[in-house]
């Protein structure tokens, strides 16, 4: 079998992850990269059980676990205290836990690999205008300027929602802005004041306050890095987001207070509306997510509202199952495409579904979603097989609608 030359756009997650795979399998990984620096920016994302087994594969999980947040569990209140939803890791095993980070810190254990692997050479500052065919049935990636990287024998997108990519293939079924995003704000919490749960706080459908418990900040960040972190995030409509940042700051800080008087200290670090990164999600659906020669993965095959907080997670396991299938069929890159295709159908499927179904009723201007919501999910939650199915959602092992659990690498 002769290595597989592949070029990689993007080095977000799923990219990077990618490249060690197949590079550790022997290909040729060149990864494309539109930004010339990469740095470790973003705040908080929860790597759930799915994605540490592929970080424990890639052999850099114990550098991001060291500077993450353990987390036992997923408590959501109401405005009024009551507790809406309470779920809990160790009530489907023992071995699952969540890790809060800080988004850098995946990204600088992923990037650090990449620079030092042999097998991998990184292009930064390349921006990609589209794919061309080849004459030999492999692509060229091209920039706005019309010169040509490539060819490859195998061309892997992983640029993001916004990606350029997918119109050259003619996979792509929607790719829609959600009218509803976040901002977000990573605080210091040297006293740990957040510590072992996602803490949630819900007023209708039109208010929701996360509290994150994020761990260390990155170690290229060099303000801050050993201080414990936590994220702030807002649920806001986009059209709201201008007038928020002109005139509604300080009634913003006053509806954080009446809804959690703990995060007093946080506000107090967050001294005008510039400092809060707004984040728009976006809902994406391909079908199947492969060509002959070219691959989608991550975000730019299957955006979501991170409702279920799978983003990173589902990116990864991505990263994973493209390069077992390769693996498995390394010289009929045809069928290991289908496979691989076929392999995520379930998983991915599951997931699109449940968040797409999920997201309304907690941010949307549908009061009566609340309502709803306010008064099944307590009854719900406490009916043991739901519970569980709520668990096994949280932690990204749900295989699909017939409730199977996916398998863990060792």
Known sequence: MRPLDIGIIGCGTAGPAAALFLAEQGHDVTIYERV?????????????????????????????????????????????????????????????????????????????????????????????????????????????????????????????????????????????????????????DPERRFSGKLYQTVSGTRRMLGMLPTGRGPELDGSGAQTNKVSLYWSIAVDQVESFRRTGFEAWKAEIRELRDDADFVLDQIESPEQLLFSQYHDVVMSPWHTRAVVHLGDSAHATSPQLGQGANLALWDAMVLADAIAEEPSELVRALSNYSRLRRSHLGYYQFATRALTPFFQSNHDALGVLRDWFMPIASRVPFVNRAMVLGMTGTMAGFTMGELELPA
């Open 36 to 188: 010339e620096q990469p740095r470790a920016v973003g705040a908080g994302i929860i790597l759930q059980p799915t994605g540490q087994a592929v970080l424990q594969r890639l052999g850099v999980f114990e550098h991001v676990k060291e500077r993450g947040a353990r987390l036992d569990g997923l408590v959501v209140h109401r405005e009024n205290g009551k507790t809406l939803i309470e779920l809990s890791y160790a009530s489907v095993s023992e071995r699952y836990y969540g890790l809060g980070i800080h988004r850098g810190v995946l990204f600088e254990a992923l990037f650090n690999a990449v620079k030092r692997h042999p097998r991998i050479k990184l292009l930064l500052g390349v921006t990609g205008d589209g794919l061309v065919r080849a004459a030999n049935k492999r692509f060229f990636m091209q920039d706005a300027h019309g010169q040509r990287f490539g060819p490859h024998d195998l061309i892997i997108a992983a640029d993001g929602a916004k990606s350029r990519f997918r119109d050259d293939t003619g996979l792509l079924r929607t790719a829609d802005p959600y009218p509803w995003g976040a901002l977000w704000y990573l605080a210091d």
